[in-house]
């Protein structure tokens, strides 16, 4: 895991003095509300129905156990108890007072967290496989590259004021977990003809109302030239993206209207006239920062516990977990832990400060100490021997995390909706809520395999409906909440927008429907087929019909 | 007169706006240093760099600063405009006059000029400012310096953490 040193920490204490002194002059009222909303922002706290809300960062999803601890203990002190894992790896906690801002950002600081960059018309988070530095998949690991990218697009004073907001995925393995095709760039680490490692690089993806699967722009970009050709892609957005209207600032706008290789082009000509040797990390950065990614701490195990067959034959909650929580590890003998937010009683991607706690001294038990946030609004426990799987699963399930449904039906992401966002038209959380209760029965559940639902309470799509296999949408007809549903979408390495289903919903008909449109697919699936991949091959007709059956 | 903001690696100064910005269409005043547009030094550029007085021209958002490159050694300085402080193109101006067009003059921040931006703007190569919320140079300054590291190399020169020589 990385580890902030003297300077990485003597940076985060200048910017919460910074912050301190600000919020200081708003309360003294030498700042007025217009003055300072630029000023919190760029420290991740917004204004929402009921009260402020903090945006924390977590760099590529990556958080160690002290780091958990603290944020658990934020949510006890300063919050109602819980936080708000986002699709973009971040904590959100809803019910932050103004005053306890300072405290909590140095409260932050101290375990090397921070708010930077969670809001504002800058280069956001980058987001990165949860899996990384776990999974046999990945073609290398994709967080020396985000961790390269946090400190490169840490202030950066060219790009702080761009047209709107810019998200940046790294993907490292064949099944993409980044959602890397809705980002303003998602990258995906490859190999070129002759070994070197480089980037694919796609640039205009995104959601909200105009969704956009972003597009190729170059196949291989050498992996050390990462930061001038990202200087370039910047360059070019921050001069030629539209300031006119905040909903045509995206570059997702831009590389459309221009077309992606025009873009492309451009951004060669940028990029060609950037000095290397300046904006270009030297080689014993990218080792240092390499180094500091080299797991610790994993033993040599045989392939097999045997210890963990047997309690896995002895207990079918355990092995029902092991199915769908459970999954390789590139090291014999451990496994990758998926931990479910989404228990169907729950709110998707909370998790209370006793969870939080739970997780954290888990982690240390049993995961080497790393936990890592996942864009699907669950936690991974990374490295953890099977044979300590039995006790891990325990001691999950003794705080209600031991929900097996990742990929599942129930594995919803939503939005906060009307619940707590001053924008939505619907609220998103019960409907979320309708669709798990309906669906409590494992066994069919199981049945149904993979299916990805996303809901959002408005057409910003924070709960990224648009790629959704089945995407529901919050629409406000008349001052009454309805829903529409769209199938076909995905967020992964065969990215698609989902397609409208029929007239909008009330909010009981939706968890019916979603019912109708899995026995349409029960019924027509070959083989192994995934709703998404059904829907693809048999199209939209047959599901409509059978949702629509009642309107004829 | 308006107050300028010279600042520099030992701190900022206020000393007095000694430019008239010539509004396009409006006579020069005789004897008197300017800041004109770019339309107005392309079309009109010799006789003004030849009448003695110090010239500067001012970039729009929109414009493109490479248009300068030819005219630059003969300028005194560029005013990159910021209409609203969240318009974000004077930063590449900035940086692509002091990186790539290797202007060694005043780049001068005008318009919606704020203490909050006095930090991202001496990193892209800004060096005078006309505030438009009435920071006074030792605000400014502190506004300015209060980072003691950065993390990217930019057209202000410093060093950033990766290539500081206290790096774990
Ligand atoms: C609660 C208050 C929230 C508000 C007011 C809010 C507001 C917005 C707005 C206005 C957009 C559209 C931006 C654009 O299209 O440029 C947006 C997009 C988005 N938000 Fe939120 N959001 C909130 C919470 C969340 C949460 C909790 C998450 C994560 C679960 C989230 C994740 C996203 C994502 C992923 C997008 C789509 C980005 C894209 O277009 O590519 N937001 N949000
Ligand atoms: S999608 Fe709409 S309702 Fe949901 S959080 Fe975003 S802005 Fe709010």
Known sequence: ?552 | MSTLIKYTANGATEIENAFVSVVDGEPVPQGADIIVSLGRIKAEGEALLASGVRVGVQIEPAEAVEDLAELLPRLALVAVAFPKFRDGRAYTSATLLRQRLGFNGEVRAVGDVLREQAYVMTRCGIDAFVPADGSSAAEWSRAAGHFRHVYQTAADGRTPAHAEPGRR
């Open chain 1, 1 to 552: 895991m990385y580890r902030y040193d003297a300077i990485d920490k003597e940076f985060l204490t200048d910017r919460s003095n910074e912050f301190r002194h600000q919020v200081g002059r708003r309360l003294a009222g030498e700042l007025s509300e217009d003055q300072f909303k630029p000023l919190r922002l760029m420290n991740g706290l917004y204004l929402q129905l009921h009260a402020y809300m903090l945006r924390v960062c977590i760099p590529y999803g990556t958080l160690n156990v002290a780091q958990v601890r603290r944020l658990a203990w934020i949510a006890r002190t300063y919050d109602k108890g819980y936080g708000h894992f986002t699709t973009r790896q971040n904590i959100q906690f809803h019910w932050v007072k103004l005053r306890d801002a300072p405290d909590i950002l140095d409260a932050l600081a101290e375990v090397d967290l921070h708010a930077i960059q969670t809001s504002g018309n800058c280069i956001r988070n980058t987001t990165s496989d949860p899996r990384a530095g776990a999974t046999a998949e990945e073609i290398d690991d994709p967080r020396v590259w985000s961790e390269a990218i946090r400190q490169w697009s840490t202030l950066h004073p060219e790009f702080s004021y761009l047209p709107r907001k810019f998200k940046i995925a790294v993907t490292a393995s064949a099944k993409d977990r980044t959602a890397a095709r809705v980002h303003d760039i998602g990258l995906a680490l490859c190999r070129g003809r002759d070994g070197t490692l480089g980037f694919e690089v796609m640039v205009g993806g995104g959601m909200g109302r105009t969704p956009f699967i972003g597009q190729t722009i170059k196949e291989f970009l050498p992996a050390t030239r990462l930061l001038s050709y990202l200087e370039a892609v910047l360059r070019v957005y921050n001069r030629a993206g539209r300031r006119d209207n905040i909903y045509k600032a995206r570059i997702k706008i831009l590389v459309s209207s221009l077309g992606a290789e025009e873009f492309g082009r451009q951004v060669e000509e940028e990029w060609a006239q950037i000095d290397a040797a300046r904006a270009d990390l030297p080689d014993t950065e990218l080792a240092r920062i390499r180094a500091a990614f080299i797991q610790p701490g994993l033993e040599v195990l045989p392939p097999v516990s045997d210890s963990y067959e047997a309690a896995r034959a002895a207990n079918l909650a355990l092995a029902r977990f092991a199915r769908n929580n459970v999954s390789a590890h590139k090291a014999p003998g451990y496994a990758i832990v998926d931990v479910s937010l989404k228990a169907h009683d729950a709110t998707p991607g909370d998790a209370n400060s006793d969870q939080l706690e739970a997780i954290a001294d888990l982690a240390e038990r049993f995961s080497l100490g790393d936990i890592r946030v996942t864009h699907e609004q669950n936690l991974v426990l990374p490295h953890v021997k099977q044979s300590d799987l039995p006790a891990l699963f325990e001691g999950l399930v003794a705080v209600g995390l031991a929900t097996p449904n990742i990929n599942l039906v129930s594995d919803i992401i939503a939005c906060p909706g009307l619940d707590y966002c001053a924008l939505a038209n619907a609220r998103a959380i019960p409907v979320a809520q309708s669709i798990a209760q309906r669906f409590l029965d494992a066994d069919r559940a199981e049945l149904v395999g993979e299916l990805k639902i996303k809901i959002s309470g408005c057409i910003n799509a924070c709960g990224h409906h648009h790629v959704g296999h089945i995407g529901i949408l919050g629409v406000d007809k008349k001052g009454e909440e309805y829903y529409q549903l769209t199938l076909g979408g995905s967020g992964a390495e065969d990215a698609s927008i989902g397609k409208i289903l029929g007239p909008g919903l009330n909010a009981d008909q939706v968890a019916p429907a979603v019912d109708r449109l899995v026995e349409v697919y029960l019924a027509e699936r070959q083989g192994e087929e995934r709703f998404l991949d059904t829907y693809r091959r048999i199209g939209m007709t047959p599901f409509k019909e059978a949702v629509y059956v009642d309107a004829h």
